[in-house]
T-cell receptor
Framework: AQSVTQLDSQVPVFEEAPVELRCNYS??????LFWYVQYPNQGLQLLLK??????LVKGINGFEAEFNKSQTSFHLRKPSVHISDTAEYFC????????????FGKGTKLSVKP | NAGVTQTPKFQVLKTGQSMTLQCAQD?????MSWYRQDPGMGLRLIHY???????DQGEVPNGYNVSRSTTEDFPLRLLSAAPSQTSVYFC???????????FGSGTRLTVV
């Protein structure tokens, strides 16, 4: 079975500062990794995903994430955040195939202050 | 292209009442899932389907039923609502799990 741990429940940061949201996973099989964003009172939107290949994945809105197999991590980064990045971010893992359900972490609330 | 459509957006139920949350997708996706979102808990999988006629339980299936008679629709039924089922419910669909899931906008359910 897979599991996901998001190490920070809340991350406050000032506008234009860099940010890193941490995600660790556990799995006995190869997995696919995802980051989703949820703006207030909305559904989830896919930011980026890692399936295979290059371990640095670029997504929408200037976000990127790096897959580290040895540390079983998939941290999300942005070099300079904006007020509009204020949202909740979810890391998720999928084993693919018939077991392709997403298993989510508990989320990290990013709060960008002016 | 509407994506994943959930109805209703809001619902208040009394304890013991039953209701069906509707989910429809127009992307010809085989995989569909229902999640519930509670503060501090992330999203937890209730039931899922890998194709018409095939459903299975997720992490928190008790009190919920599903069926998948068509590729497009995946309704979630609450048989006898309880206050513990107060939550935001999301339906999601995917061509395959590796492609990631497209989420609906959610149904906010309150059971009093």
């Amino acid at each position: 079975a897979q599991s996901v741990t998001q190490l920070d429940s809340q991350v406050p940061v000032f506008e234009e500062a860099p940010v890193e949201l941490r995600c660790n996973y556990s799995s006995s099989v190869s997995v696919y990794l995802f980051w989703y964003v949820q703006y207030p009172n909305q559904g989830l939107q896919l930011l980026l995903k890692y399936l295979s290949g290059s371990t640095l994945v670029k997504g929408i809105n200037g976000f990127e994430a790096e897959f580290n197999k040895s540390q079983t991590s998939f941290h999300l980064r942005k070099p300079s955040v904006h007020i509009s990045d204020t949202a909740e971010y979810f890391c998720a893992v999928s084993a693919g195939g018939s077991q392709g359900n997403l298993i989510f972490g508990k989320g990290t609330k990013l709060s960008v202050k002016p | 292209n509407a994506g994943v459509t959930q109805t209703p957006k809001f619902q208040v139920l009394k304890t013991g009442q039953s209701m069906t949350l509707q989910c429809a997708q127009d992307m010809n996706h085989e995989y569909m899932s229902w999640y519930r979102q509670d503060p501090g808990m992330g999203l937890r999988l209730i039931h899922y389907s890998v194709g018409a006629g095939i459903t299975d339980q997720g992490e928190v299936p008790n009190g919920y039923n599903v069926s998948r008679s068509t590729t497009e629709d995946f309704p979630l039924r609450l048989l006898s609502a309880a206050p513990s089922q107060t939550s935001v419910y999301f339906c999601a669909s995917s061509l395959q799990g590796a492609y990631g899931y497209t989420f609906g906008s959610g149904t906010r359910l309150t059971v009093v």
